[in-house]
């Protein structure tokens, strides 16, 4: 068993160092391609600023919310009497757990954990950290856990069951990803709003390894490259299409009978809402 535990803690390292190589070697990549790029940086967050809503700052360091009067027309869209208790969870069922995840209509509705050291813990482990091949909804550790990175990837197993991110797939019906623009996340003290622009079948690539979280410019080119992939594939929903400076969601889930393939759900963040206290 220690011999076991010993293999799974350097393959986890390993996964990180390789990782950490590919955003290395694709930033050099990104840089000998800039000349002829006919979309400089500086045009592009020009772009991004006149098409971006504006968001207020905020007290509290964990979330951006929004706190102008446009956002408030999005309060009708919220969940009645649907209150999540993150802090209590954490304390009673598992202190991995962070946020909970609400997409209505699929079945998707639990909680978003992540391990402080093992990427892959939680595709064998449950949310309460018992051993369970059907996993849990979770995020690595290249993402922060406010959500305030340019992209935070959600992973969860796709077993036909109708657990986990199954029913995922619903969103491949150009019906159903029209009729069902928006997620939900439950943080400890907000909710966010998120709507979808995008769902299709990419590759395995770590997303958030391969362009990072935080650099502006990977981000840049990230978001040329997501269109000329989305584009393509399934559903793109043109009217939210993210700016370089939204901040997106993305909700990942394996393929059966491809190995080597993800289905992806893509939503950027529209809204914030800060819960009251006396309701959590």
């Known amino acids: 068993m220690g011999v076991l535990i010993v293999l799974v803690s350097l393959a986890a390292v390993l996964c990180i160092v390789l990782g950490t190589l590919m955003y290395l070697d694709n930033r050099a990549l990104i840089r000998n391609e800039e000349d002829d790029n006919k979309l400089t940086q500086t045009q592009a967050r020009s772009e991004a600023e006149e098409k971006?809503?504006?968001?207020?700052?905020?007290?509290?360091?964990?979330?951006?919310?929004?706190?102008?009067?446009?956002?408030?027309?999005?309060?009708?869209?919220?969940?009645?009497?649907?209150?999540?208790?993150?802090?209590?969870?954490?304390?009673?069922?598992?202190?991995?757990?962070?946020?909970?995840?609400?997409?209505?209509?699929?079945?998707?509705?639990?909680?978003?954990?992540?391990?402080?050291?093992?990427?892959?813990?939680?595709?064998?482990h449950n949310s309460k950290g018992e051993d369970d091949g059907e996993g849990a909804l979770f995020t690595q550790m290249f993402n922060n856990k406010d959500f305030s990175d340019n992209v935070t990837v959600i992973y969860g197993h796709n077993g036909g069951d109708g657990k986990g991110f199954s029913n995922l797939n619903l969103y491949a019906d150009p019906a159903f990803f029209k009729s069902h623009p928006y997620i939900f996340v439950y943080t400890e003290n907000a909710i966010l709003l998120y709507e979808t622009f995008a769902a299709y079948e990419s590759d395995d690539k770590l997303i958030v390894v391969f362009y990072g979280t935080q650099d502006n410019d990977m981000y840049q080119i990230y978001l040329q490259r997501l269109k000329e992939i989305a584009g393509v594939s399934y559903n793109v929903n043109e009217g939210s299409w993210p700016s370089g400076q939204d901040k997106i969601?993305?909700?990942?889930?394996?393929?059966?009978?491809?190995?080597?393939?993800?289905?992806l759900v893509q939503a950027k963040f529209i809204g914030g809402f800060v819960e009251d206290d006396e309701n959590g």
Do not use: C, M
């Open 52 to 124: 971006a809503p504006s968001v207020s700052d905020t007290e509290d360091p964990e979330v951006a919310v929004t706190n102008d009067d446009s956002a408030w027309s999005y309060e009708s869209l919220l969940p009645a009497d649907k209150n999540i208790d993150i802090a209590g969870l954490r304390n009673t069922v598992n202190e991995d757990i962070y946020a909970w995840l609400y997409i209505p209509d699929t079945g998707i509705d639990e909680e978003v954990l992540q391990h402080p050291e093992d990427v892959f813990y939680y595709t064998t």
């Open 249 to 263: 969601l993305t909700l990942s889930t394996g393929i059966i009978g491809k190995d080597d393939r993800r289905f």
